[in-house]
């Protein structure tokens, strides 16, 4: 009873701030939180970027609100990646007075940043987090539109038998949070398809001789080798099922696909599978426009997730406007109901939160490249 | 059939690096009754150097043999790692030989973390891919006996010959030599050894060196074996390998080999028989956990280990 009164007071008077801000010049703060400096700098000036775009366009239809004219803008905070900096520059934000949040960019900052937004009543729009826990914090206010990692799973298990057509499948997982959820979302979704686990293997984060697993998988004759794990291991996997003999393919949901693979695979991770969460941009409903537009602006090209911060602040001004407010308690009702058809497809909110319908791309490695061959999910 | 020769070849493979690896345990502690906690980073370090070599030597003379880059970046790799292990001990052990024996395990713990971090500085978080020296070309073992004949590869039958004849190098060593008397010697007792005229600090020193050198050797031929190489790589080898010194009798050369040799068994065939044997109530998740209740049954009967001898009687 406390802690809610607290919250809707805080709420109250973060909202009436909000809309004092926006009467005396009529702007409207929206917050972005990434990593601006550090090593992953160049992917958080890519989601700035693609803010700021979105921003742009917003304001370039002279938005009204209320019967008043706005202006939308973007203020940016440097979380460094940092779960404890991500803390900080979240009530930096909150204390700026922005409507909501698109950010942060991966789940071990949007985690801990969520509760912030949460106690200040705002929304957060995670453009790329796909820990699955982000959203299980039970906050009302947490979104994100990138399909998440148990999505991967199930996905993926639908792939396995629909176009690959694979009937024995053996599965692999490396026992983290992140690997085994995948593989028992896989296996489900796999069983509930009618194939068979033919062979059920557990390694750890650490392993690095595959060959006692493999041998037993060998025997069973799997027509599918699935790995819930990242590159690091997958790439010495990929080489020891090609040193035993085994035809059957690899293929993973997540954290496969990068140049570390490929390097560590040494040429032997020919065929292997791998989903990742989102579009090619080319694949993207408004994948060509957008792209164009950002070469336009900024004359250089889209680093990676500059789509998704792009759509996260799209989604959050056409809430706003929908709902004819930016008191952050009458448009997330708005927010949580809306289908928003975004560059990166229709955005639309399960009650977790999570992007309902994700789309995943399908990669394979032909020619020591990982490629893009196809679409799974969505729809 | 084929499926347990194929669990034995892999075993026979992990176990031979266990061995070297825990050889320098336990001479060490034999010694010196301290584990050397940074024995794990050593064979890291020496990897991480091998691979290094590597890259300028194929730079430097591309046509060089493959074999005989190998054999370079092997013999680097031996002698840094030699005088690593001897810096350690100066730094790390000597002042505290006197010391209670939390001191030098404390030490010891603070010189891993130390060379993990070097590591990392040096050559980066990520793992590096080790390149392909020998080959890893699939040879059939009792070929066309059945659909999956087991399959072995030049680079594990190399390291196992390797493993196999090192230990034989160094039994020789230890048993048959002047060295060998004299370090055991110093392993009995060190007062008594130096009034023989026998300088401990000498034999400490070549313990150390040798069980660098070991290391290093171990380090290549795991990064051979699984292609590639990182700043953590020592961590999972260095407690398995003094797990099998353990199992073996800490302080026993030929205990460590045989435990070496019994763990990377135990851990294929655990794997391999396990689920099977079980109906699938224990599978390959319970790898360790069957490696670790193997080793406290021998403990529980044999508290020093299956070729430890007791150690009551040192002074």
């Known amino acids: 009873m406390n802690t809610l009164k607290k919250t809707a007071l ?111 009543g705002i929304a957060q729009v995670a453009p790329v987090a796909t820990g699955h826990a982000y959203t299980q914090q039970g906050f009302d206010t947490s979104f994100r539109i990138m399909g998440h990692d148990d999505d991967g799973g199930q996905v993926a298990g639908d792939y396995a038998l ?48 595959f060959s006692a697993v493999l041998t037993n ?29 085994i035809k059957a393919p690899l293929m993973g949901a997540g954290g496969f696909v990068s140049q570390t693979f490929l390097q560590l695979a040494q040429n032997e991770g020919e065929g292997v599978i791998a989903l990742e969460p989102g579009l090619a941009i080319a694949q993207m409903p408004g994948g060509k426009a957008f792209e164009q537009a950002y070469k336009e602006r900024y004359k250089t090209n889209i ?62 490695v032909k020619a020591n490249q990982w490629q893009p061959v196809s679409v799974a999910g969505g729809q | 059939m084929d499926g347990f020769i194929q669990q034995l070849l892999n075993g026979l493979m992990t176990g031979s690096l266990y061995a070297l690896v825990a050889l320098g345990y336990t001479m060490v502690y034999g010694i010196l009754r301290i584990i050397n906690f940074a024995h794990g980073d050593v064979l890291m370090i020496g990897a991480l150097v091998g691979l290094s070599v590597i890259r300028l030597v194929q730079a430097a003379w591309p046509a060089l043999p493959p074999v005989l880059v190998l054999l370079c970046a092997t013999l680097v790799a031996m002698a840094v790692c030699a005088v690593l292990a001897v810096v350690i001990e100066r730094v790390a052990y000597r002042r505290l030989r006197h010391a209670p024996r939390l001191a030098p395990l404390i030490s010891g713990i603070g010189v891993s973390l130390l060379l993990q971090t070097i590591a990392m500085l040096v050559w980066t978080r990520n793992p590096q891919m080790f390149p392909q020296l020998l080959s890893l070309a699939p040879i059939e073992v009792l070929a066309g006996a059945s659909a999956h004949p087991a399959i072995t590869n030049v680079t594990a039958l190399t390291t196992i010959a390797i493993a196999l004849s090192v230990m034989v190098a160094l039994l020789v060593l230890v048993e048959r030599t002047r060295f060998g008397r004299a370090m055991r010697a110093v392993a009995e007792n060190p007062q008594v050894a130096s009034l023989m005229g026998i300088s401990p600090n000498r034999i400490i020193v070549i313990t150390f060196a040798i069980g ?46 045989l435990g070496g040799l019994l763990l990377g068994l135990i851990e294929a065939l655990g794997t391999g028989y396990l689920g099977a044997a079980t109906n699938g109530v224990f599978g390959s998740n319970y790898q360790d956990v069957f490696a670790f209740i193997v080793l406290i049954a021998v403990l529980v009967f044999r508290p020093s280990g299956l070729l430890g001898e007791r150690l009551a009687t040192r002074a």
Do not use: C
């Open chain 1, 162 to 209: 629909k176009t690959l057509k694979a009937q024995r499948i053996a599965v692999i997982d490396d026992r983290t949070a992140f690997g085994q959820g995948l593989a028992d979302q896989f296996v489900k979704s796999i069983e509930a398809g009618g194939a068979k686990v033919v062979s059920r293997e557990y390694v750890d984060d650490k392993t690095i001789d």
């Open chain 2, 212 to 257: 660098g050198a070991l290391a290093a050797l171990a380090g290549i031929m795991m990064a051979s074996n699984y292609g590639s190489a990182h700043f953590y790589m020592g961590f999972l080898p260095g407690i398995k390998a003094f797990t099998a010194a353990v199992l073996g009798g800490i302080g026993n050369l030929k205990g460590a080999m």
């Open chain 1, 217 to 245: 998988i060998r025997s069973q004759n799997p027509d599918l080798i699935f790995f819930g794990g990242v590159d690091a291991q997958a790439a010495p996997l990929a080489r020891r099922i090609k040193q035993l003999g």
């Open chain 1, 10 to 120: 805080i709420g109250l008077a973060l909202s009436s701030l909000a809309s004092a801000v926006a009467q005396a010049d009529q702007t409207v703060l929206i917050g972005l939180a990434g990593p601006l400096t550090g090593p992953s700098a160049r992917i958080g000036k890519d989601l700035e970027n693609g803010a700021q775009l979105a921003i742009d366009q917003a304001n370039a239809k002279h938005p009204k609100i209320n019967g008043e004219a706005v202006t939308f803008k973007l203020v940016s905070e440097d979380d460094q990646s940092d779960p404890r900096t991500a803390v900080t520059v979240a009530q930096r934000l909150v204390d700026e007075g922005v409507v909501g949040v698109v950010g942060h960019w991966n789940t071990g900052t949007s985690i801990p940043a969520a509760r912030v937004y949460h106690d200040a």
């Open chain 1, 303 to 364: 680093e990676l997730h500059a789509p998704f911060a792009y759509d996260g602040v799209g989604v959050l001004v056409a809430a706003i406007e929908k709902a004819d407010s930016v008191d952050p308690q009458k448009y997330l009702p708005v927010l949580r109901a809306i289908s928003y058809e975004g560059v990166t497809g229709t955005i639309a909110f399960d009650g977790e939160g999570n992007l309902k319908k994700p789309s995943f791309t399908v990669y394979q």
